[in-house]
């Protein structure tokens, strides 16, 4: 009985901080998601160019 007490509250801990925490992102979700969407964007393509010019490089190298 004990055992199936502990985990009940548990349980409702989780189901709180899951709605506290989509709230919070209801908040802001305009602002910074589009925010990190570009960032994520911006770096990914950032590195694909590095790749591409490092990889093109290394081609003349060798060959």
Known sequence: MSSVEEEDPGEEEFSVIEVSSVEEE?????NSCNFFV???ILSAA????????VFHSLR???Y
């Open 26 to 30: 209801d908040s802001g979700e305009d």
């Open 60 to 62: 003349e190298v060798v």
């Open 46 to 53: 950032s590195w694909i160019f590095f790749i591409r010019l």
């Open 38 to 40: 570009a960032l994520f």
